[in-house]
């Protein structure tokens, strides 16, 4: 496990066309991303997989800073009692709870659950700060882990404990809430095509797909290269649902006590798995420049030949001074070697430097995403390098978007989605808004709405024939 | 509870001199650094204590960064055996444990422990993961949540949920396990000392004072200003205690398979119960500049007269684009309020500008921790305001090692102990070693060994009047 042999690692990983799941599997044990816990369903991230996420929660972190929310850390435990609070909450929770009955050796009065999400506990603390107009809004972000008992566990996709970000927000009227329900919406948006380098569609989700306890849910859909849909972050707007749960209220200008509107939205540790199913490829990852732990490898030829040592140790100082994430790998292993184990990892690109290329002033570069190979002179390689790890960044989001648009149909009955799912699309049709239809069109396809799509409303819903009230995008998802 | 009315602070907050207790409990909610959670023993970290503890990541997470460690993320969850491997741990943490029972609706197999510590699981997959002597070292920090049921607990300074940072390590030999253990030590006592500005007395714990499973355990005390000893940080020397229990095994350079050598460190949002008692006043808070979430407060003066908000919020613009970490505190309150709320949160400088201010082209800073106001001209206030943060953080160190200092006294007897601790004294004594006379001094002046002193070996113990093996830091501690 801890020592690849030499063989070529091509033959390792599962082909992606036949088997998409074992290609997952094998890229994200082979790449160090992750492994297995003891416990069934939980993952370990290892430092490879958690650099990417110290990559994401910087660039989201920002984000949230910029737009007026600070970071509080709020308890892992929450009294069983206070999922009750709210009817639909519990019942789309309760199942899934893990829970504490026993600590300090002794039977505890009222069993714990680990949060599976914090809007109780959230509820319960902004009920005790806010009491006048003055303190709105509240905007509370927090990184933290949750668990969720699930039955069947991918990593990074769906364990059950993962981490994730989830905001919290109080506001004094609903025209606010909702308003930074979309503004968060378009933060997450901005963030997953510019940072990870992941096109999504984004919009309302259908009552059977929200959030258990929401007025509405949104979310943003990313296509995986297999054709399905990885909901990759949702926002909620949950009206005065949890208010009125857990009696946030505040004293108006006018003297009256009145119920706050709140907010939360999320996004997890899913977006690596996100990241391996929309840009990896046979040999492996393909990372963006942006949340790549390593931008640049460094792989010298004919290493003990000359000054080829130096001179990369030299670049390598160079690139870092320059603000890029660099590795030289100096290890023994051949460049042969060292280029399929660094194309797997992904690294966005790769320095060769031999004794010729030191002669003739130059380095060959080479693209992890497009696989092409230049020349450049080693004086202006810094800028060369900057300019190249941005041109990947935005290339790959243009070709996952080619990929992805090119994979969108149309159809206007059930057998239209059928056909369009099993070929690996996104299917918009219309629909009548009613969950028989709803339910009908995962029975037979296993395909279940995704999101509302933008533009016109379709004529008739593709099950029952009636007026269309939306047009969604149908896909199997993960 | 969420907004503060107009009373002077002062009377708010208890005597420290009278009621030290009181006095912290009455800082940390009224500065807003945290609240009480629903479930007993644990806390709320509110945006403001949060920002301390975002603070303090920051620069420890560069510093574990640049001597080599890699962040991961390991489960929460630990089956229960896991303890039991390892006698002497297992015999330290059960009674702490909070135990998972039921999960996903079912009773579960075996029961699960939420970690109080992650040895046992760092151990089970380092164990995996290293083969070869190649593999090592291996040195892995996270950054996580941890659960000790404790019966009495204060927000900071024991709480059944802390946040912290456990760093595990595993190496070829018993030299370069003990030199990380010492390395880890002193990365955290110049932490402590440059970014805290908090003076400790590093070294060797007591085999009773020890972790649950280490061989040796070094510390890091600190003195909080009622005289009482604060444990700050620790690192331990594992041996191959773990590496037994979980087989954490590699393949040598002479074919012979070998047991590792294992390490392992942390700190906690302890450290935040450490700054505010370190250098707390009757008024609140003192925050040292480098982990202040806000360094600079600006307070206008008049704020309705002329170009008085104009200029205040030039000014913040400035200082932000000299990098500095500045509030321009704009709401409807008198001056004097905000005198008083700002000084309570401890931040190190407050500017002060007015109508004539600006007439005279200058302003007055005040400095928190000397109480100290001077006039500067405004077009040199960018580095004036730098320097004198960089001096303010110098010197709260220099006066808290002053404060300290002027309060370690020496004892050859017993009743010496007694009468120093009672003084809120660090008590140098020598001990013979043993476990009874360790015991006495506990039970007789509510004492406990801190660390080992450096220095000399004074020649008897306090106790029985043996040969002195040590001398000892004894004093109260939280």
């Not at 119920?259 to 977006?271: C, F, I, M, P, Q």
């Amino acid at each position: 496990m801890a020592k690849e042999n030499k063989q070529n690692f091509v033959e390792q990983i599962a082909d992606m066309e036949k088997d998409f799941p074992q290609w997952y599997t094998d890229v994200v044990l082979k790449t160090k991303l992750v492994d297995y816990g003891p416990v069934k369903g939980t993952m370990v991230i290892r430092p490879y997989g958690y650099a990417i996420w110290e990559n994401i929660q910087r660039e989201l972190d920002n984000r949230f800073k910029a737009t007026g929310h600070e970071n509080a850390y709020f308890p892992l435990l929450i009294p069983m009692s206070y999922f009750t609070k709210e009817a639909e909450h519990v019942e789309g929770f309760a199942p899934e709870v893990a829970v504490v009955t026993h600590a300090g050796g002794e039977e505890l009065a009222e069993p714990l659950a680990i949060r599976p999400t914090s809007e109780t506990i959230f509820g319960n603390m902004y009920s005790k700060w806010l009491q006048s107009y003055r303190d709105l809004p509240i905007k509370i972000n927090q990184w933290a882990n949750v668990m969720r008992w699930e039955k069947t566990t991918r990593p990074f996709l769906r364990t059950s404990e993962f981490l994730w970000q989830e905001g919290h927000t109080a506001h004094s009227s609903e025209e606010e809430a909702m308003e930074e329900t979309m503004n968060m919406l378009g933060v997450y948006k901005e963030f997953a095509e510019n940072c990870l380098a992941i096109p999504v569609i984004t919009g309302r989700k259908t009552e059977k797909e929200k959030f258990a306890g929401a007025v509405a849910t949104f979310g943003m859909e990313a296509m995986m290269k297999d054709g399905k849909s990885l909901q990759a972050g949702t926002t909620h707007y949950l009206g005065q649902n949890f208010a009125k749960a857990f009696d946030i209220k505040y004293l108006d200008k006018d003297g009256a006590q009145k119920l706050a509107y709140t907010t939360s939205w999320g996004v997890s540790t899913r977006l690596i798995g996100a990241l391996i199913m929309a840009h990896g490829d046979q040999r492996g990852l393909i990372l963006p420049p942006k949340v790549a732990p390593v931008q640049v490898v460094i792989v010298p030829i004919a290493a003990k030949k000359g000054n080829v040592m130096e001179v990369c140790a030299e670049l390598k100082q160079k690139l870092e001074s320059a603000g890029v994430r660099v590795k030289l790998d100096d290890s023994d292993q051949s460049p042969g070697w060292k280029f399929n184990e660094w194309e797997m990892k992904g690294v966005p690109l790769r320095i060769e430097l031999g004794p010729r290329d030191i002669e003739e002033g130059k380095a060959l570069i080479f693209r992890r995403d497009t696989l092409e190979k230049q020349a450049v002179a080693l004086d202006c390689i810094e800028s060369e390098v900057k300019n190249l790890l941005a041109a990947v960044q935005k290339d790959m989001l243009e070709a996952a978007r080619v990929r992805r648009d090119g994979r969108i149909v149309y159809a206007t009955d059930l057998a239209g989605i059928l056909d369009g799912v099993e070929k690996g699309n996104f299917v918009k049709a219309g629909w009548c808004g009613c969950r028989e239809c709803e339910d009908k069109i995962k029975a037979e396809t296993a395909a279940t709405a995704r999101v509302f799509a933008e533009g016109e409303t379709s004529k008739t819903c593709a099950v029952c024939g009636k007026k269309a009230k939306h047009i969604v995008i149908f896909a199997r998802a993960y």
